[in-house]
């Protein structure tokens, strides 16, 4: 009886940790004008080497989330192009407090994990530093919907052009607010297929570090 009382306990406690890490957070709205214009963000656009480990608000991590891939119209559709619109790019987000998955139609965040995993994402020194680390996993599942058949080939092909377009905007809103971005194609696959719980249908494309600079 003892036992059972125990176990019971356990299990309450396992599923309220289960149901915390669950959570969803609403960004605010996010900021959708300012900052330098357009051709001065990419006549300065560039892989920076130096990262601040400074904090950064909800405010600018729902900038950057949205910059990357929001959606910027009435219709759902979102910042960078995909094929068919198929919106099969799943942005995480790793930062100082968690481990983030980005809901660009809610515009909010589920926290997959809470700590610090930003060295898991590289090993490069200031991958730890950057106040956001961006990964960009293609969910190929969404392509069964279509009525034709794809080449798994091409559909690789599509999800590292839609992680480079999202990036695109990730350097261009950088830019603009003097922080610093760069692209990685380093990073702990296993690890992070354990920590993001991810399947055969999740292929990775690349990482982005984005920030204050030092
Ligand atoms: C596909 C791709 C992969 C990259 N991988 C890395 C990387 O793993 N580590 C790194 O420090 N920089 C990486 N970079 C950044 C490049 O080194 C950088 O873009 C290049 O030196 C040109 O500099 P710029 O972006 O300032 O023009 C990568 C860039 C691209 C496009």
């Not at 176990?7 to 300012?34: H, I, N, Q, R």
């Not at 695109?168 to 990685?184: F, H, I, P």
Request: net charge positive.
């Amino acid at each position: 009886m003892i036992m059972k009382k125990i176990f019971a306990a356990l299990l309450l406690v396992v599923l309220s940790a289960y149901a915390a890490l669950a959570e969803d957070v609403e960004l605010p709205a996010p900021e959708k004008s300012g900052g330098i214009g357009v051709l001065d963000a990419i006549a300065l656009r560039q892989s920076a080497g130096n990262f601040a480990d400074e904090e950064i608000t909800l405010q600018q991590l729902s900038n950057v989330l949205w910059a990357a891939g929001g959606v910027n119209r009435d219709d759902g559709k979102l910042t960078y192009a995909t094929a068919s619109n198929l919106q099969d790019m799943i942005i995480f987000a790793f930062t100082r407090e968690a481990v983030y998955k980005y809901n660009p139609q809610a515009h909010s965040i589920t926290v997959i994990a809470k700590g610090d995993y930003r060295k898991l994402t590289g090993g490069q020194p200031f991958v730890a530093k950057a106040a956001i680390d961006l990964l960009y996993v293609q969910d190929a599942g969404k392509w069964d919907n279509l009525n034709r058949k794809t080449p798994p080939e091409v559909i690789l092909n599509c999800g590292f052009a839609h992680a480079g377009l999202s990036m695109q905007n990730v350097y261009l809103y950088a830019a603009s607010v003097g922080w610093g971005a760069r692209t990685r194609m380093n990073f702990d696959r296993d690890g992070l297929t354990k920590l993001l719980k991810l399947n055969k249908k999740h292929n990775f494309t690349l990482m982005q570090c984005v920030g204050p600079k030092l």
